[in-house]
């Protein structure tokens, strides 16, 4: 299977031997086995489920749901979205508990976010209406932003990103500023994985008044993340790519505690507000990170999550990062030993620093490639006009996987010449 041809380098071979070596190789054999794969490149979109998590639904349905039924909130789900929340929290965002809940989705939490942030500015400061958004981030991002943007009468600033890389410091320091509300960026690009300087870009959206709202659906559990640290106002996430939380699992949502009691959400559920149960006129926000709930919680669809995380904290987010590094570097390095490269090009950024846990290779045909590697058990995503994205979830990837995967590549372009 190893190319030796181009370089002599027997690719199989290196990547047994980083295996063999690799202090989180045992969790490999902690997600369910997959029948017919080769090798799995989309941890990015969508986590494997870990080991136990069939185990672990049943016996929440059969036990917690099934013999305390209704006295099941009062016993413990109500306190689900904060409590999963913190664990969130400590495992991938560098964050104290409480300033973190799990509900909805990314892209109903980015609304209520935004929202709330650029509300608040324009309460403090009428002339702070713009909200500064890149155009290469992901579309919800975008079409929620233009969706605040017209409901608020706000004004939207497009920083112009570069597909193959992404949203600099330098180009946000040029345009925020005393009209500056929010500025929303996605932490790693889910085009070229590009990790953004998000302290950098934080501390000067602050130097000028503004606030900072991060999409951290890409680096959750795949990049190391200071949320307190950096004193970034808000951000959210997906649960269900590097958090292994399952399809259409719950998105997190953080709010810095200073802005507790000052910036509110503007779905205004029953869950969220202060004394719930007492079902009063008007609604008053929950103290704290719970004013974040809108509507009852999607209890069933953190069981997995919940799993997943303690396997996350007990590997511990700095060793991931240190073996996603050493998998995209073996990537990089075998895709650059190929002939002329087969003419595919690498899309995302070469240094350590700004590189997140995916690589994209683009090649003009990548299209029709894509069903002939998944009939292989090869799995990367396509990503119009021409990218394959390989997603390397340290937890669940081996080295060997990286190697046979695009060997399999490899071999189909060479067969097309
Ligand atoms: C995956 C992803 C989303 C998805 O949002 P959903 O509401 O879960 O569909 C949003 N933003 C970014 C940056 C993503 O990568």
Redesign the pocket.
């Known amino acids: 299977m190893s190319e030796t041809a181009a370089t002599g380098t027997d690719w199989a071979a290196v990547a047994a031997d980083l295996d063999a070596r690799d202090p989180l190789g045992r969790f490999t054999d902690r997600f369910e086995p997959a029948e017919g794969l080769q090798a799995y490149l989309d941890g990015n979109s969508l986590g494997r489920p870990v080991r136990g998590t069939a185990h672990e639904l049943a016996r929440f349905v059969e036990q917690d749901w099934g013999t305390r039924l209704i006295r099941g909130w009062d016993e413990a789900w109500m306190r689900w979205p904060e409590e999963t929340g913190d664990l969130v929290a400590s495992a991938a965002l560098g964050a104290a508990p409480g300033q973190t809940v799990v509900a909805d989705?990314?892209?109903?939490m980015l609304y209520k976010m935004l929202r709330a942030l650029a509300d608040g500015q324009v309460a403090a400061d009428p002339a702070r209406t713009q909200i500064v958004i890149d155009t290469d981030n992901?579309p919800?991002?975008r079409y929620v932003a233009e969706g605040v943007a017209a409901e608020r009468g706000l004004e939207l600033v497009w920083i112009e990103a570069d597909p193959a890389s992404g949203v600099s410091a330098e180009q946000v320091a040029e345009v925020v500023g005393e009209r500056t509300g929010v500025v929303l960026l996605?932490h790693v690009a889910?085009r070229s994985g590009y990790l953004a300087d998000a302290p950098e870009i934080t501390r000067l959206v602050h130097a000028v008044g503004g606030l900072a709202l991060w999409?951290l659906?890409?680096s959750a559990g795949s990049v190391p993340v200071e949320l307190d640290a950096w004193e970034v106002d808000a951000a959210v996430g997906?649960t269900y790519?590097y958090l292994n939380g399952g399809p259409g699992a719950p998105?997190f949502a953080y709010l810095a505690r200073r802005h507790h009691g000052i910036l509110r959400q503007p779905i205004q559920g029953w869950m969220g507000r202060r004394d719930p149960f007492l079902m009063g006129p008007g609604y008053e926000p929950a103290p704290g990170i719970r004013s974040l709930v809108s509507g009852t919680p999607p209890v069933v669809a953190m069981v997995p999550l919940r799993l997943s995380l303690e396997m996350l904290a007990e590997a511990g987010i700095a060793a991931v990062r240190t073996k996603s590094l050493a998998l995209t570097d073996l990537a990089w390095q075998i895709v650059e030993s190929w002939p002329g490269a087969l003419d595919v090009a690498i899309a995302s950024p070469r240094e350590h620093e700004r590189r997140g846990g995916h690589l994209t290779i683009r090649r003009h045909d990548f299209a029709d490639l894509t069903a002939r590697l998944w009939q292989q058990g090869v799995i990367p995503d396509f990503r119009a006009p021409d990218g394959l994205r390989l997603g390397l979830a340290p937890l669940s990837t081996s080295f060997a996987e990286v190697a046979t995967g695009l060997e399999t590549i490899r071999s189909l372009l060479h067969a097309r010449g």
Request: overall charge negative; some cysteine; glycine content about 0%.
């Open positions: 989705s990314t892209t109903v992901f919800t991002d996605s889910y999409d659906c890409h997906c790519k998105a």
